[in-house]
C-alpha cells in the first residue's frame, strides 16, 4: 500500500544557525529587487551581513532595499546595472566598496525567461536570455572577483534543473543555464586556491515567483504537488536557507556542486 502522504515541514535558517554569522560581511546579489534573490538576501541579512542589490529597474531596487534594511536591521543600498553592460557592474561594485569597504558573498541572480518553442524562437531573443544569465554570471564574476578572492569569499549562481533533460519551450534558458553551471565548476577550480568557493542553486518549482507564473505546469491532469516525491513545491524560503548553508563555514569544503532543492522531483521517472 502507498504510504499516506506527507508535506515536507518547512522550517527558516533562524532556527537552525547562528543570527550572526554573517556580522561585518557584505553581499552582493544580482536580481536582489524581487522574487528568490530577494529572499536569498534577506536571509543572509538576518544573519548579519549589509548587502548590495542590483537590477535594472531603480524604482524596483530601492524600494526592496528599504524593506530588506528595515525587516533585518542591517543595511541594504540599491545599485541600478544591466549585468548585459560590464561598466554598470563595475560602478555598482564601486557603490559597494564605498558603502562597505568589502564584498564576501555574491549572488548571481539575474536571469530573463519566457515560455517560446525554438520554431518560434527568434536570434534576438536566444541571445537575450543567454547574454542576461551566461554573459551577466561572467560579467558580475568579472567585477567582483578582486574583491571576492581578497576576502576569500564565496559565489552562488542561481540555476534550474529544466536543462538536466529535454523541456520543451525552453531552448533558451536550457542553453543558457548550463552555461551558468559550467561557469560555476570552472570559478570553483581556478578560483579554489584564493580560498574561493563557487556552487550552484538549482530551484524546482517555486511557489508565488514571477518564473512560476511565467512557465505554469498544465496538460499532466495532476496536481504539481502530487508530483513531487516531498509532496510540497518549494517557497522562496527553500531557497533562501540552501544559500545561508552554502554561504557558511558549514559548508567550507564544498565548491562547484550544484545543490538541487526541489523536493526530489528531479529524480521522478516520467513514467511514475
Ligand atoms: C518569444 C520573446 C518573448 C516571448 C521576448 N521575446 N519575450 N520571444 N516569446 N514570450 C524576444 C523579443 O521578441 C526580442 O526578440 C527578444 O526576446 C528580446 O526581448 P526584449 O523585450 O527586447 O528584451 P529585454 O527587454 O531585455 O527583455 C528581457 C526578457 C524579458 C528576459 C526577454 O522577458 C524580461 O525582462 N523578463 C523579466 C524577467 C524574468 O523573466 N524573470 C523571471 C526569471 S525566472 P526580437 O527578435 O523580437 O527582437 C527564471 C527561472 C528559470 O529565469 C527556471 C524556471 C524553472
Same mark, same amino acid.
Not at 114 to 129: D, H, I
Not at 215 to 224: A, H, I, K, N
Given at each position: ?63 526592496a532595499a528599504e524593506e530588506l ?31 562597505f569597504g568589502r564584498i564576501d ?30 554573459? +551577466? %554570471? ?6 567582483? &572577483? #578582486?574583491?571576492? @578572492? *581578497?576576502?576569500?569569499?564565496?559565489? $552562488? ?61 498544465? +496538460? %499532466? ?6 508530483? &513531487? #516525491?516531498?509532496? @510540497? *513545491?518549494?517557497?522562496?524560503?527553500? $531557497? ?33
Open positions: 500500500m502507498a504510504p499516506a502522504p506527507v508535506r515536507a515541514r518547512y522550517t527558516n535558517s533562524e532556527s537552525v544557525f547562528k543570527p550572526d554569522i554573517f556580522k561585518g560581511k557584505v553581499l552582493f546579489c544580482t536580481g536582489g529587487g524581487s522574487g528568490i534573490c530577494k529572499e536569498m538576501t534577506y536571509a543572509v541579512m538576518k544573519h548579519g551581513a549589509n548587502a548590495t542589490i542590483v537590477g535594472r529597474k531603480l524604482d524596483r531596487i530601492t524600494q534594511s528595515k525587516g533585518t536591521g542591517n543595511t541594504c543600498i540599491p545599485a541600478q546595472a544591466d549585468v548585459r553592460r560590464p561598466d554598470e557592474l563595475k560602478e555598482a561594485v564601486k557603490k559597494t566598496i564605498e558603502k558573498f555574491v549572488i548571481c541572480g539575474a536571469a530573463g525567461n519566457f515560455l517560446a518553442p525554438l520554431s518560434g524562437l527568434s536570434e534576438n531573443a536566444f541571445r537575450t536570455v543567454i547574454e542576461i544569465d551566461t554573459l +551577466g %554570471t561572467f560579467n558580475t564574476f568579472k567585477a567582483t &572577483i #578582486p574583491y571576492v @578572492r *581578497q576576502s576569500h569569499g564565496s559565489y $552562488i549562481h542561481v540555476s534550474a534543473t529544466l536543462h538536466y533533460r529535454g523541456l520543451p519551450y525552453q531552448a533558451h534558458v536550457s542553453s543558457a543555464k548550463a552555461g551558468v553551471d559550467a561557469l560555476s565548476r570552472v570559478i570553483a577550480v581556478e578560483e579554489g586556491p584564493w580560498g574561493v568557493r563557487s556552487n550552484v542553486i538549482a530551484p524546482g518549482p517555486i511557489a508565488a515567483t514571477e518564473g512560476m507564473s511565467r512557465l505554469s505546469v498544465s +496538460g %499532466t491532469g495532476r496536481s504539481l504537488e502530487s508530483l &513531487i #516525491p516531498l509532496g @510540497r *513545491q518549494g517557497a522562496v524560503q527553500d $531557497i533562501a536557507n540552501a544559500t545561508v548553508f552554502l554561504f557558511s563555514d558549514a559548508a567550507s569544503l564544498i565548491t562547484g556542486e550544484a545543490l538541487v532543492v526541489d523536493g526530489g522531483l528531479q529524480h521522478l521517472s516520467s513514467s511514475s
